[in-house]
């Protein structure tokens, strides 16, 4: 009898990490955080589609720098805040601002 019970504790656990895994994944591709041009607060937000990025930012701001000035990976990082931020509604999907 204990082995019986043995074994539907396993599944039970495999089953609780298997479910665990798979929100922490979703949560990884769907949600972002994005720190806002102007006011430079943090938003959580829903992404309009899944994206190994986390965290979105603005390396110009609220400069006069343009697109050209920036380094390679400053440009990307501009192109996603434009992209994920402010063209796909991450404004408009904000869940929660600190």
């Known amino acids: 009898m ?5 074994k539907k504790s396993f ?5 609780f990490g298997f479910v665990f895994f798979a929100v922490i994944a979703g949560a990884w591709l769907f949600l972002g955080v994005f720190q806002h041009r102007e ?6 937000f829903l992404k309009y589609k899944p994206s190994l990025k986390v965290y979105f ?4 701001g609220e ?3 343009t697109l050209k000035s920036l ?3 400053e440009q990307r990082n501009e192109k996603d805040y434009v992209e ?11 869940i929660w601002s600190w």
């Open 11 to 15: 599944k039970k656990s495999s089953v």
């Open 84 to 94: 994920f931020v402010e063209t796909k509604g991450g404004f408009k999907h904000v």
């Open 39 to 44: 006011y430079m607060n943090y938003n959580l």
């Open 71 to 73: 380094s390679p990976a």
């Open 2 to 6: 204990d082995g019986i019970s043995e």
């Open 63 to 65: 400069s006069d720098r």
């Open 57 to 60: 930012y603005t390396p110009i």
